[in-house]
Every structure is written in C-alpha cells, then in structure tokens.
C-alpha cells in the first residue's frame, strides 16, 4: 500500500534556484521522513519531522508538516548541482509498528 | 566505520534457482529491513525483524523468505516461487522505534 504520493513526479531547475517538492499521505502518522536517493545508490535520510511540529530546518533544507491536509513540503534552497536525485518521503505511521511506508519519489534535475 | 553492507553489488541468477542475498550491520540497531525498489517506482517492504530471532511479513513477502539469527545479518532468499525477481533489493536497519533507517547500497538482482 502506497501511504505517500509525491508532486511533481519530476522537477528540472537552474542551480540556484529552490525546489519544492510536495507529499500528501492518508492516515495518521507519528513523523514524515524525506530521503534522497542518488542513482543505482542506496536511501540516505534527509530529516524527520514529527506530528507535533509544524516545520523544521537542517541546513538548505526546510520541511514543513500540515497534518489537517495530510501533506508535507521539501524545499531546497540555492540548489547544486550535486542535489540531483530521487528523494522520497516515507511516513511512520500510527500503529504501524515502526513500518515506513514511501511514496514514489521526484526526480530532481539540477542544471549547473 | 559504522554502516549497513550489502553483498552482492549485482547478482545474476537462472530461473528455478534460489539466491540469497546478505545484509550486515554494525550500528548495534535492533530492526532491520528489506526492500524491492522497482525502476520509477518507491520501496515496497519485504520483511521486517524488530528484535533478533523475529521477523514479520511486509506487503510483498511472497517468494521470499529471512533469517535473524544474530542481531547482526539478516539476509533474504529470494526463492524460485518468486515471479519476477528482477529488481534492486535495499536492506535497511534502525534503532527502533519511530526513527530513521539507515540504508545499505544495494544489490541489483537479474534472472537470465
């Protein structure tokens, strides 16, 4: 079962631009993760934002967590070229048992 | 160095045959997991074990089967009742709980 969905399935911007990227999911969740995968490379997290906050921060990256709509935003700020990637957002959610359940994913396309 | 292996980086098996795939951590974390990632498409979970010396069924278990005999190894036996075994095969591990997962590299696995 597929708890997040992703938008935009893809996203191809200059490097210095952001980019935002959207998750929407259906039940109740403890926390929302995004990860990043480089091709042909194992999942690296990104950050955990739980259901209690609103919005965190690590470093070029912001997430924020609406819970009354069940989504959540990624945005990369002054993007690289080097954050060419997948990403993914996987939630946690309530009952689940520590299962994480990840949507699709959005490939973001970084031109230098 | 702390991490999660995987071994082998690409695995080619004939029809009919059973293979099995390694997953070693040293992060001393309690679960772990296994994963299929088809092409454009986000990660479905196997098996999952919380705890050594038990494992459960995630949503695709059919065809495969695990072992958790150390806290360590957790490796999957991709069977010849598995339809289409051709995929990239993540293993992950966590401290438990509602946290991160730390992922390994990956094994590509092909049947000719």
């Known amino acids: 079962s597929q708890q997040g969905e992703e938008d935009p399935q893809a996203l191809s911007i200059q490097e210095g631009e952001n980019a935002t990227m959207n998750c929407s999911y259906k039940?109740?969740?403890?926390?929302l993760q995004w990860y990043r995968q480089n091709s042909g490379r194992g999942l690296v997290h990104l950050i955990l934002i739980r259901s209690n906050e609103r919005e965190k921060h690590s470093g070029r990256l912001r997430v924020t967590l609406d819970t009354s709509k069940k989504s959540s935003s990624l945005l990369i700020t002054a993007s690289r070229a080097a954050d060419t990637a997948s990403y993914f957002c996987?939630?946690?959610?309530?009952?689940?048992?520590?299962?994480?359940?990840f949507g699709k994913g959005i490939t973001l396309s970084v031109r230098p | 160095d702390g991490g999660i292996t995987q071994s082998p980086k690409y695995l080619f098996r004939k029809e009919g045959q059973n293979v099995t795939l390694s997953c070693e951590q040293n992060l001393n974390h309690d679960a772990m997991y296994w994963y299929r990632q088809d092409p454009g498409q986000g990660l479905r979970l196997i098996y999952y074990s919380q705890i050594v010396n038990d494992f459960q069924k995630g949503d695709i278990a059919e065809g495969y089967s695990v072992s958790r005999e150390k806290k360590e190894s957790f490796p999957l036996t991709v069977t010849s009742a598995q339809k289409n075994p051709t995929a990239f095969y993540l293993c992950a591990s966590s401290p438990g709980g509602s946290g991160s997962q730390y992922f390994g590299p990956g094994t590509r696995l092909t049947v000719l």
């Open positions: 039940t109740s969740i403890n926390n």
């Open positions: 996987a939630t946690d959610a309530a009952g689940a048992n520590s299962k994480l359940t």
